[in-house]
């Protein structure tokens, strides 16, 4: 039972490349998240999804863009790197309106850019 | 402006001691209350929870209390045990019907039992 799978776990950018992180979950669930954690600033949100074929901003979304093409996938593009995107990434996914299920969160990736 | 705050950064407390971890929010819309733990090198992992219709829930070592009019929770782990040593998060998700079971949070408090 793999639950939340994101790949890769640890990248190295220079400024303006892109990149494109993989979220993947096998539980069958309708919402997924994606998440920045910085030091002294808790986890926040960058997009979200509420089912296949939808997204929809998040807190802070600049810089970013999303895709759901499948159900259990959920892909966080950064088209032109910046130093201030440097964090650890996370995805979660959640089943859809019940919120005493709470969000089930993958190992992160921790992302650098020079 | 953060609307979950976590106000102590870093705790340190005895094996077998209680550790009390404090959050406060400022908007009125937050209806339920989760508390994460987080280990290096891996995702936060879903502790316990709250809804605002209750001021206290329990779960084996670990309690969490609700303030509502002091917009103020805590989580209590009685007793503290070195397997305990993570950083917390608090988070809020609000009353809305809008989709999305959105949660804000907190920016942790990082929790060092010593044996």
Redesign the interface.
């Known amino acids: 039972n793999a639950g939340?799978t994101q790949t890769p776990k640890f990248r190295v950018l220079k400024t303006g490349q892109s990149m494109t992180l993989l979220c993947a979950q096998d539980m069958n669930h309708e919402?997924m998240?994606w998440?920045r954690q910085d030091p002294?600033?808790?986890?926040?949100?960058i997009h979200?999804s509420?089912g296949e074929g939808t997204t929809?901003k998040?807190?802070v979304p600049d810089g970013y863009n999303v895709s759901r093409l499948k159900k259990q996938n959920f892909l966080l593009g950064l088209e032109s790197a910046a130093p201030s995107q440097t964090s650890v990434y996370?995805c979660?996914s959640?089943n859809?309106?019940d919120?005493?299920q709470?969000?089930?969160?993958?190992?992160?990736t921790r992302l650098s850019i020079l | 402006d953060q609307q979950v705050k976590q106000n102590s950064p870093s705790l340190s407390v005895q094996e077998g001691r209680i550790s009390i971890l404090n959050c406060d929010y400022t908007n009125s819309m937050f209806d339920y209350f989760l508390w994460y733990k987080k280990y290096p090198a891996e995702g936060p992992t879903f502790l316990i929870s709250i809804s605002s219709i209750k001021d206290k829930n329990e779960d084996g070592r670990f309690t969490v209390f609700l303030n509502k009019s002091a917009k103020h929770l805590s989580l209590h782990i009685v007793p503290s045990q070195p397997g305990d040593s993570a950083v917390y998060f608090c988070a809020a998700s609000p009353t809305t019907k809008a989709a999305g079971n959105k949660l804000t949070f907190g920016g942790g408090t990082r929790v060092l039992v010593k044996p």
Do not use: I, K, T
């Open positions: 939340v919402y998240y998440y002294g600033m808790g986890l926040r949100l979200y509420v929809a998040g807190e996370f979660a959640s859809h309106r919120r005493s709470p969000q089930h969160f993958g190992d992160g």
